[in-house]
Structures are given as structure tokens and as C-alpha cells.
């Protein structure tokens, strides 16, 4: 990694901030300094803004060949594999996390940089052709890169993230500027580092360690900068978009979820069913302490199960372990921030004003950390903030249900749609509420995994535009259409006296 506090790196330079700020990154296991980054501003983003600029205008990257790209994206593939343990560790100490948590990140990654890589290997690099209805006309449309992006990512998952946005970004043939989070920017660095390892362009890749009042912010309104893609939450985003919209860039905003995890009585008609239903039900809500943006946070059950469903989700939740991510048995990790520690009690406690009922966890345990005990809320309703507003901490909350449509109404009952789940045994009714529910990914039976080759993001309030898949690649190109004239001849349109004389 680079050397502290010089994480900034602008056209081919690691640097220090030019204020010369630094800020201390805290290992949210025991609430200390473990590293100090630069703390970028508005001139050291201005500055980054221009190098890929100017890489983009006059440099090689956006004219290189398709199977070039693919073999970078390939090459740093190659390097996560080789520092796997180490950036898991990394990432594992910055955010919170377990270490296998960490290394299946690194794992993610290196999937997101080969999906793209055989994505735009495998394509037509002729473009599509368009029949124009006439042999003297030949006509196709292609797609360009869209020049410079600004990529701003969050704590949670800060090198996942970072991969679902820096690959088809360079997949594409852009250049960028990334800004990851002020409270878990390591990673990033250290991806940024693998890339030009990799044999990245200078000044394709650019790196602002800084706040996102300042840093994000001036991304957002550059008027260099041609499209942002930001993931984080629905107050920053918004602002993310307002700041776009004078310089009329693409937008691209993944906002997070409020995710409806639906269990019918016939999922757990056998003990197997039952079982598998409670079991993916805490991975729903629990993985990295709830801190993700498609947790499971909303238990909708039917009826008749509540009750047996929640005494033992409850009793397997009191005895998660918690601890330092790197500990040998410890299955969930702390927040990531005394911030986030303070938002979760203080939805708890709205909650338990508003008449729900702590059946497990509920209070932080004893010792340093930012730790959360797993908190399963019965006796919710629609009414509750902690039901309507996106907590990002270990706190599920339990809704019923009667009826398939009453079911179906509470999981869409939300300003978000990015994703929620079905479980039933009947392949008819898993159809049929897939189909009515108003989220971006549905799964049934299941919950949380993701394909990089199938799109990510969500309807509503969760954001626009999308992540993976083709749709992910789309996101970071201009279609262009070209039509060629095989024969031209005057069209007379105009007459003047030039036609006159002619006649």
C-alpha cells in the first residue's frame, strides 16, 4: 500500500493533500487509529478531474483495443488472486467485517473485472447494423465510451463497490476519478495501486481520499466530468443528483433497499423447509451486521408460523458471535462507526416507543468497539420508522401477513424497490408474487446472492440505472449512430438558381 497519508493520486503522482489534512481511519473493532490518509479537497479533486480528462482526450486508453482491455482487466484479476489474503485482512479491519467475509469480497471482485473482461471480448466491435431500408445506405450504431466518471462509493462494501463501477468503467475505455468513503477508503487505494500494476495508462485512474461534502460534492457539479455513479444513501444521492443536473451528465445512483423477506406457512411445512427458512432468514438480516443495502431487514410471515418462526429466529440470533472480524469463530463483526452504532439505538429505541417488542439483542454488549447485539423486533407495523426507514445496522423487525395479496401489498408498501425475496413451496404462488413484487432483484428461496453477468439496482427511491450485466457495461457508454450515404446526390430541396441554371 502507499505510503501513509500520500493516498491521493492524480495523473501518474501518489500525493498528500495540497491542504496537507490527513484524517485517522478507526478500526471499528476497538475504536482506534489504525491508519492516516490525505484528506483531499476541492483543488486536489479539480486537479484529478483534470488528469483524466486529460487521459481521456489525448491519451491511449479510450483508443485502445478491445483485447487489450479485456487482457488489463484480466492482469489485475490476476493480482487480486495473489494479494487475496492480504486485502481481505485489509478490508476485514477497515469495515468491520469477518476475514472470510473479506476474502469473499476479494473473490466478488475479481468475478466483477473477468465478467467485464469476457463481456467485451466476446462483443461485435463492428456495431449493430441498421437496416435502413435501402442497399445505397449503410447505417450502425455504436457505443463509445462517455469520457470521464466520477465514482463515489460507500462504507459498507468499499471494494466491491469500487469493482462494480472502476470495471465496465475501464471495460468501456473511460477514465476516472473515484472517491471512496472517508471512513473505509483502503481498499480502494490498494485496487487503484493493483490497476496501475496492471499496466493501466497513466492518469486513466485517479484517487481522492476526502469527505464527500467536498470531495463528492465537486465531482458531482464538475463540468469536466461527464457522468457520476454514486451508491450510498437517499439524502446524499439526491444531492448527488441536484449537483449533476446544471452540467446535464449522466447520473447513475444505486440508494439502498428497505427489503421485504416474505415467508409463507408452506416453506416450513417440514422440518427441513423450516430450518433452511430461519437459517437464511438470519443471513438475510445479520451478514456484516445488517450493513447492506438488500439486507433482509423486513420479516413479512404468515400468520399461522409467526410465532414458532420467531422464537427460534430469536434463539439462533442470541447466540451469533460477536467480535473482531480476524477472531477465530466470530460470525459478525461491529458497525463501522460510533456514527452507526448511535443511528441503530436510536431506531431501536423509536421503535420500542412506537409498541414493538425486543425479542432478541436489543443493546450493545460490554467492552470497546462499535458492537450491536443481532435485534429481532416483533409487533411491527407499517407506521414505524424502523419498518419505513433504512437502519444499515443488525436489527430486523417482524411484520404478518393473512393472504397472498396482503403479503404482497406489505413488501411493496415502501418508498424503495431494490430487492426482496419469496419463500413457499408452491411453485405457482412463487411465480406469481415474483411477478407483483416492485423490486430490482426478487429471489425465491433464497436470499442475497448475485450474479456479476445479471443487472443490479432497484425501482423507486433505491436508485437509477443499473450495475452488472450488459446494462452495468450500457451504463458507461454513448451509443452513436453513423449513416453512410453510398451514392449521393442532390436532394433539390432547395432549388435557388443553381436548379434554374441547371434546367
Known amino acids: 500500500m502507499t505510503a501513509a497519508q500520500q493516498t491521493i493520486h492524480v495523473g501518474g503522482e501518489w500525493r498528500a493533500a495540497l491542504s496537507g489534512a490527513t484524517r485517522e481511519i478507526i478500526d471499528p473493532a476497538d475504536a482506534t487509529a489504525f491508519a492516516v490518509v490525505a484528506e483531499g479537497g476541492v483543488q486536489d479533486t479539480d486537479d484529478a478531474v483534470a488528469a483524466a480528462r486529460a487521459a481521456f482526450d489525448d491519451g491511449s486508453w479510450p483508443r485502445t483495443p478491445v483485447a487489450e ?115 473505509t477508503p483502503l481498499s480502494t487505494v490498494v485496487l487503484v495501486e493493483l490497476l496501475l500494476e496492471a499496466g ?38 439526491t444531492k448527488v443528483a441536484r449537483a449533476a443536473a446544471d452540467s446535464v451528465k449522466k447520473v447513475a445512483l444505486e440508494l439502498g433497499g428497505k427489503n421485504p423477506n416474505v415467508v409463507f406457512a408452506d416453506a416450513c411445512s417440514t422440518p427441513e423447509g423450516f430450518d433452511t427458512a430461519v437459517d437464511q432468514a438470519l443471513n438475510a438480516a445479520f451478514v456484516h451486521s445488517g450493513q447492506v443495502c438488500s439486507a433482509g431487514s423486513r420479516l413479512i410471515v404468515e400468520a399461522s408460523l409467526r410465532e414458532r418462526f420467531v422464537a427460534e429466529l430469536a434463539r439462533r440470533a442470541a447466540h451469533i458471535r460477536l467480535g473482531r472480524g480476524t477472531d477465530e469463530g466470530v460470525e459478525c463483526g461491529p458497525l463501522v462507526s460510533a456514527a452507526q452504532l448511535a443511528r441503530t439505538e436510536e431506531y431501536v429505541a423509536s421503535a420500542l416507543g412506537e409498541g414493538a417488542v425486543v425479542r432478541a439483542g436489543g443493546e450493545r454488549p460490554a467492552g470497546a468497539g462499535y458492537f450491536y447485539r443481532p435485534t429481532i423486533l416483533d409487533r411491527c407495523h407499517r407506521r414505524m420508522r424502523v419498518v419505513r426507514e433504512e437502519v444499515f445496522g443488525p436489527v430486523l423487525t417482524v411484520e404478518t401477513f393473512d393472504t397472498e395479496d396482503e403479503a404482497v401489498a406489505l413488501a411493496n408498501d415502501t418508498e424503495y424497490g431494490l430487492a426482496g425475496a419469496v419463500w413457499t413451496a408452491n411453485e405457482d404462488r412463487a411465480r406469481r408474487v415474483a411477478a407483483r413484487l416492485r423490486h430490482g432483484t426478487v429471489w425465491i428461496n433464497d436470499f442475497h446472492p448475485y450474479l456479476p453477468q445479471a443487472e443490479w439496482g432497484g425501482f423507486g427511491k433505491s436508485g437509477i440505472g443499473r450495475e452488472l450485466g450488459p446494462g452495468g457495461l450500457a451504463e458507461y457508454r454513448e451509443s452513436k449512430h453513423i449513416y453512410r450515404n453510398l451514392t449521393p446526390r442532390p436532394v433539390r430541396w432547395f432549388a435557388g438558381e443553381t436548379h434554374k441554371d441547371q434546367a
Not at 119 to 137: M, Q
Open 69 to 183: 482491455r479485456a487482457a488489463l482487466l484480466r492482469r489485475a484479476a490476476d493480482l487480486l488472486k495473489r494479494d487475496r489474503e492480504r486485502i481481505g485482512a485489509l478490508e476485514s479491519q477497515d469495515a468491520g467485517k469477518t476475514l472470510e467475509e473479506g476474502r469473499i469480497d476479494v473473490d466478488c471482485v475479481r468475478d466483477a473485472f473477468l465478467y467485464f473482461a469476457d463481456l467485451i471480448a466476446n462483443e461485435d466491435g463492428g456495431g449493430r447494423v441498421v437496416d435502413a431500408g435501402s442497399d445505397e445506405i449503410r447505417s450502425v450504431v455504436v457505443q463509445e465510451p462517455v469520457g470521464v466518471c466520477a465514482l463515489i462509493t460507500p462504507w459498507n462494501y468499499p471494494l466491491l463497490q469500487a469493482s462494480w463501477k472502476i470495471a465496465p468503467a475501464l471495460a468501456a475505455g473511460n477514465t476516472f476519478v473515484i472517491k471512496p468513503s472517508e471512513i
Open 200 to 237: 493501466l495508462p497513466l492518469g486513466a485512474a485517479n484517487i481522492v481520499t476526502g469527505p464527500g461534502d467536498t470531495v463528492g460534492a465537486r465531482l458531482a457539479e464538475h463540468p469536466d466530468v461527464d457522468l457520476v455513479s454514486f451508491t450510498g444513501g437517499l439524502v446524499s444521492g
